[in-house]
T-cell receptor
Framework: NAGVMQNPRHLVRRRGQEARLRCSPM?????VYWYRQLPEEGLKFMVY????????ESGMPKERFSAEFPKEGPSILRIQQVVRGDSAAYFC?????????????FGQGTRLTVV | AQTVTQSQPEMSVQEAETVTLSCTYDTSENNYYLFWYKQPPSRQMILVIRQEAYKQQNATENRFSVNFQKAAKSFSLKISDSQLGDTAMYFCAFMKQGGGADGLTFGKGTHLIIQP
């Protein structure tokens, strides 16, 4: 059973371009969380999705950021018109249910660098 | 909103020593979960230990144990017989019971260095 797969591991974008980050949850997991980690910081919650639904996006910037988790395929975090401040590591975690007490399994993250 | 505070940005101990990482949190919730995650240089987030707030008994996983003081809102991690492979960032995290919205709230982390 493969773990949570994120790709790419590293992504370089020029200012103004779009960044697409992908997350394939563990088999049987229908709940996905996205987190952002700035240098020297802990992870900050961005968005929580179930299949085809955004449950909570309170941690996601209102502009330029969007997320989806379609019925088929990976979850996608999209950042439009990237700026230098978007440079960070973005982590995805999945769980089989709302992870109130169960373990959320993390991917290895995507490090986005905006130049 | 919840906050998690880790007051030790960095700690360094000799191999085989015991080390304690501190964590305090603030919440108005009565039912919640607390976690310690390890992040080695590979960046992978690895769950070390989990504590349910309703349980009085401190969680233990092999060399890792916690001291959970609910009234004081304190959740420290003790690593016994430390090993070189324990070198990593350690993050304390909080989650409301029922999970879902908000996800995990993380502290800023403690960089633990185990010296040979």
């Amino acid at each position: 059973n493969a773990g949570v797969m994120q790709n790419p591991r590293h992504l370089v974008r020029r200012r103004g371009q779009e960044a697409r980050l992908r997350c394939s949850p563990m088999k049987g997991h229908s709940h996905v969380y996205w987190y952002r980690q700035l240098p020297e910081e802990g992870l900050k919650f961005m968005v929580y999705l179930q299949k085809e639904n955004i449950i909570d996006e309170s941690g996601m910037p209102k502009e330029r950021f969007s997320a989806e988790f379609p019925k088929e395929g990976p979850s996608i975090l999209r950042i439009q018109q990237v700026v230098r401040g978007d440079s960070a590591a973005y982590f995805c975690a999945s769980s089989p249910m709302p992870s109130g007490g169960t373990e959320a399994f993390f991917g290895q993250g995507t490090r986005l660098t905006v130049v | 909103a919840q906050t998690v505070t880790q007051s030790q940005p960095e700690m360094s101990v000799q191999e085989a020593e015991t080390v304690t990482l501190s964590c305090t949190y603030d919440t108005s919730e009565n039912n919640y979960y607390l976690f310690w995650y390890k992040q080695p240089p590979s960046r992978q987030m690895i769950l070390v230990i989990r504590q349910e707030a309703y349980k009085q008994q401190n969680a233990t996983e092999n060399r890792f144990s916690v001291n959970f003081q609910k009234a004081a809102k304190s959740f420290s991690l003790k690593i016994s017989d430390s090993q070189l492979g324990d070198t990593a960032m350690y993050f304390c995290a909080f989650m409301k019971q029922g999970g879902g919205a908000d996800g995990l709230t993380f502290g800023k982390g403690t960089h633990l260095i185990i010296q040979p």
